[in-house]
């Protein structure tokens, strides 16, 4: 390894640990770049997969280590263009600081979670969840509660009675969105906002080049 490429390391090491424990830097720092505009209009995240919200699900995937990740549409805020981000730019994206936690749920919590996310489409919602770890289709023409037809996890069919780990924020999982069926579980605190998370992982794969997979498909 380069002595440039080292001292980089360290650097962005030493401002990932600082960030994580609430330290203040300058709002034009630069914290990493992305190789594609991430769209982040309010309309797109609140009824459709975006590439934004499949960058940050992933990083919450991965961070986590849980079988799945969703986020809803509501808690992404802006776009970003092709180009450096900086720290102020990712705060815009992601103002609340909602913390990340994990927690369990059956095949058949899954699907009615996936079921709230889309009941109300077409219409514009900010429960509308983005996804990573999984794949579902669902027809907006069939009655609220009975639009999800099929879900994958891990490129798996769902299995109704298995228990996945799911990553989210500690707003839906107290019932935020009305997602009530997080009410009862037990949580795991990972003690990293969705901010840090997203920070951190641009910080570690910059450039990053997000694209629209295929994870949430419309079936008329």
Avoid: C
């Amino acid at each position: 390894m380069s002595e440039k490429v080292l001292k980089r390391v360290v650097v962005v090491f030493a401002l990932m640990l600082a960030l994580t424990a609430g330290a203040v830097f300058a709002l034009d720092t630069v914290i990493g770049s992305t190789g594609i505009d991430l769209n982040g209009e309010r309309e797109a995240v609140r009824t459709q997969e975006t590439n934004l919200g499949n960058l940050l699900t992933d990083a919450m995937r991965a961070f986590s280590g849980a079988d799945i990740a969703v986020w809803n549409g509501g808690g992404i805020r802006a776009s970003a263009k092709l180009g450096e981000i900086t720290l102020e730019k990712a705060m815009e994206i992601f103002p609340f600081e909602n913390g990340l936690v994990t927690l369990e749920v059956t095949g058949a919590e899954l699907i009615e979670i996936l079921e709230h996310s889309v009941d109300a489409y077409p219409a514009v919602a900010g429960k509308f969840l983005h996804v990573s770890g999984l794949r579902f289709y669902f027809n907006p023409n069939k009655p609220a509660g009975q639009r999800v037809l099929n879900v994958y996890v891990g490129g798996e069919p769902l299995h109704i009675n298995k228990t996945y780990v799911l990553a989210t924020s500690d707003f839906l999982a107290a019932g935020g969105d009305a997602y009530e069926m997080f009410l009862d579980k037990e949580l795991t605190d990972l003690g990293v906002t969705e901010q840090q998370v997203f920070i951190r992982h641009l910080m570690e794969n910059s450039p990053v080049f997000p694209k629209v997979e295929g994870r949430i498909v419309v079936v008329w």
